[in-house]
């Protein structure tokens, strides 16, 4: 049987015998690819740090210590067995309070590097705009977050959404997968939100529909899931989907609070989307209502400086329409609509020429654009608009400048067959 753990996510531990052995040997469960920490840790690396607290050097718990007090951890730790124990302060650390936890260790990286990633996005787009000479307002502190609730109307939904909206708050409950596309055409949302227990395949396979990538088109997902518990196949899938997880073991108080908070965060910094009153800046194209082909060669660049830094992966996925279509605004306008309604608010999707979009995706691997490549040609089949299209996925490489990179995601798109698995 092949063995394909080299393409699981890397992760440093720093801990002693016999703890190590029973860290490493979970880790490789819970699909990650530990490796041991040397004596001297560099708190600047990229992979991230799992320190177990019991067992970890003195040392490198002191340097850890030191290196929090003057804000030197760039990397993204996580302090094992922190039960009863005293802990570094480590700014954005996260604290894994059973060695059990370590079952939801890769789907909670997984949603604290796809925060980042969300915030490095807004933030380097804001400049590319301005490098355009666009003046963006500041973020509003008093805007209304729309917040979207999947699952059924339970009695933890009644008291979350009288207290979200008393704290300025809109809540929108979607009972069935139908009623949240239906909500997610019409309105904006800062984030989907649902409660991991409430997840029944048996009510409306509302868990499946998000672990299966089917419809939230990258839209920020909150889950209420207990860390210790036990979960199965399909809750650690959809646990890998989340933008972020809240404990609920306080009290309900306290979930408002940080759902409140968090709704508030990633609407404020949600990257800026293409605006009708950017279109005389070449930001925003009036056709497909996607950005300019100027805007996307000024953005690319900063992507990809952002990747190499951040050693992620990013790719390109560039969709051509048929002859008939491409000569028609129209057929153009709704290929647009189609593709934004299916990409996240973090994909950088602009029409390059006319019947030709491209689509940067940051923190992406070749298989992420060939999955979103399909969605977009089901979504075009049920918007009663099918387009005959061709699809071309470029994955970034070392050798890669901004200018080839493009070249090559623009030569004869065509589709492939699935071959990333």
Request: charged share 20%.
């Amino acid at each position: 049987m092949l063995d394909f753990s080299f393409y699981d996510p890397p992760i440093e531990v720093a801990a002693s015998s016999p703890r190590l052995e029973m860290i490493v040997s979970r880790l490789k469960s819970a699909g990650l690819r530990p490796y041991t920490a040397p004596a001297d840790v560099d708190f600047s690396a990229a992979d991230p740090l799992l320190v177990d607290m019991e067992s970890a050097a003195p040392e490198t718990l002191e340097r850890l210590r030191r290196a929090g007090m003057i804000g030197g951890v760039p990397r993204q730790i996580v302090l094992l067995n922190t039960s009863g124990q005293s802990t570094p302060r480590i700014e954005g650390a996260l604290h894994l309070r059973l060695d059990k936890d370590l079952s939801t260790l890769r789907s909670r990286l997984a949603a604290l590097a796809r925060r980042a990633s969300r915030l490095r996005e807004a933030a380097i787009r804001r400049a590319t705009a301005e490098g355009l000479g666009a003046k963006l307002p500041p973020a509003d502190v008093n805007a209304v977050p729309a917040l979207l609730y999947l699952g059924d109307g339970s009695p933890f939904f009644l008291s979350l959404q009288g207290a979200l909206r008393h704290r300025g708050v809109e809540i929108t409950a979607a009972l069935s997968r139908p009623t949240a596309r239906q909500h997610m055409t019409s309105k904006r949302f800062a984030a989907a939100l649902i409660d991991l227990s409430m997840a029944h395949e048996e009510a409306s396979g509302m868990g499946r529909w998000i672990s299966e990538e089917d419809g939230l088109a990258g839209l920020p997902l909150i889950v209420i899931s207990r860390p210790q518990a036990e979960f199965t196949e399909r809750e650690l899938a959809l646990l890998s989907h989340a933008t972020d997880i809240i404990d609920p073991a306080t009290d309900d108080d306290a979930i408002v609070t940080a759902v409140e908070a968090q709704c508030h965060r990633l609407h404020a910094s949600a990257p800026m989307m293409p605006l009708p009153g950017l279109s005389a800046l070449t930001v925003t194209d009036l056709a497909t209502g996607l950005f300019t082909r100027g805007f996307f060669d000024a953005h690319l660049p900063r992507q990809m400086q952002i990747a190499h830094e951040q050693a992620e992966a990013l790719s390109v996925l560039t969709i051509r329409l048929d002859a008939e279509a491409a000569k028609s605004i129209p057929a153009q306008k709704a290929a647009g609509e189609v593709i934004a309604s299916q990409i996240r608010d973090t994909d950088c999707a602009a029409l390059a020429e006319p019947g030709v979009f491209v689509i940067s995706l940051p923190a992406t691997p070749y298989r992420g654009g060939v999955r979103l490549a399909e969605r977009i040609g089901e979504a075009m089949d049920r918007s009663g608009n099918p387009a005959n299209l061709s699809w071309r996925v470029t994955e970034r490489r070392s050798y890669h400048t901004p200018q080839t990179l493009i070249s090559t995601a623009l030569i004869g798109p065509f589709v492939r067959t699935r071959i990333a698995a």
